[in-house]
Nanobody
Framework: QVQLVESGGGPVQAGGSLRLSCAAS????????TAWFRQVPGKEREFVAG????????YYADSVKGRFTISRDNAEKTVYLQMNSLKPDDTAVYFC?????????????????WGQGTQVTVFS
C-alpha cells in the first residue's frame, strides 16, 4: 500500500504560480502510477494530470495543458504539480492519487490510494 500526504495549497492571485507536493510512503512506490485530481463542492472529481511509474510518460487534461507540469522523484518518493498561469476556474481541492500500475488512467475509480487533499484558491 501507499500513503500520500499533500502540501503546497493556498490562495494565489490569477496569473500566479503554485507548486503542490505529494509525499509518498511505501517500499514499492516506484511501481505505482500517480495522478492529480481536483474537485469543487457538488461536482465530480476531475482528472488534472498523471505520470506513469517510471516518470517517462505524462498526461494532462485539456484545461491545464501548457500551464501545469506533473513530475515525480522516485528516490525521494515525491510527486509534484507545478501550476502556472493560474485561473479562477482552477480553484478546487487538489488530490494526489496512486494505483499499482505502469499505465496512466484518467478515471478516479482506478486509483485506490488518495491523499487528504489541499485547497487551491485563485482570486482575480
Amino acid at each position: 500500500q501507499v500513503q500520500l500526504v499533500e502540501s503546497g495549497g493556498g490562495p494565489v492571485q490569477a496569473g500566479g504560480s503554485l507548486r503542490l507536493s505529494c509525499a509518498a510512503s511505501g517500499r514499492t512506490f516506484s511501481s505505482y502510477t500517480t495522478a492529480w485530481f481536483r474537485q469543487v463542492p457538488g461536482k465530480e472529481r476531475e482528472f488534472v494530470a498523471g505520470i506513469n511509474s517510471s516518470g517517462g510518460t505524462t498526461y494532462y487534461a485539456d484545461s491545464v495543458k501548457g500551464r501545469f507540469t506533473i513530475s515525480r522523484d522516485n528516490a525521494e518518493k515525491t510527486v509534484y504539480l507545478q501550476m502556472n498561469s493560474l485561473k479562477p476556474d482552477d480553484t478546487a481541492v487538489y488530490f494526489c492519487t496512486a494505483r499499482f500500475s505502469r499505465i496512466v488512467l484518467s478515471t478516479p475509480s482506478n486509483y485506490p490510494y488518495w491523499g487528504q487533499g489541499t485547497q487551491v484558491t485563485v482570486f482575480s
